[in-house]
Nanobody, 127 residues
């Protein structure tokens, strides 16, 4: 089992920045990839970004490239999401997830690929 806890959400004005963190504990040695997903009210959960734990390869939703950066600190078992130039449409609950198995670049963007999920952190961007 892998336990995930997100932090760093909050209220920010449009154009501002936030840095989310996801702390992993438990059987983290088996994690292949970790990802960020988000879900806005009345919408489906959508992929934000993913990172391969060993080598740091990163994948992003096309619409978010250039504004969001995913990273990880292996020593701290923590993944981050730096979000810049935030927009009101970024308002959502942001979830982190971990995958025990290999995922392709496309597969890592699918929520069904992931085995473990955090409870989420709210990001609210005011206009």
């Amino acid at each position: 089992q892998v336990h995930l806890v997100e932090s760093g959400g909050g209220l920010v004005q449009a154009g501002g920045s936030l840095r989310l963190a996801c702390a992993a504990s438990g059987r983290t040695s088996g994690v292949y990839a970790m990802g960020w997903f988000r879900q806005a009210p009345g919408k489906n959960r959508e992929f934000v970004a993913a990172i391969i734990w060993d080598d740091g390869r990163a994948y992003y939703a096309d619409s978010l490239k250039g504004r969001f950066t995913i990273s990880r600190d292996n020593a701290k078992n923590t993944m981050y999401l730096q979000m810049n130039n935030l927009k009101p449409e970024d308002t959502a609950v942001h979830y982190c997830a971990a995958d025990d198995d290999y995922c392709s670049p496309h597969g890592c963007s699918e929520s069904t690929e992931y085995d473990y999920w955090g409870r989420g952190t709210q990001v609210t961007v005011s206009s």
